[in-house]
């Protein structure tokens, strides 16, 4: 489907970040690529509030830059995320 633009933030992040979509959704499936394209995180959560807000530890993440893929019925968001994490 089609690309979407959703809100990631604080970016860069250090220990955490969160992001939140524009709309309500039956079930949201969230994937966190890094460069190489490996996943780190790959989760399903049932009926997300529009803008509710969703957090991602990245405490122990290597720096550099990872993809947040957030697919919900219908499309995905692609959020890029600059993490400068503790190793």
Known sequence: GEIQK?????NPAADVFWFQIPENAEWMDIRVLNSEGQSLISERRKSVRKEETVTIHCRDWTSGLYYLRIQVPGHQYLLPVLVHGQR
């Open 6 to 10: 959703g809100i990631v933030y604080p």
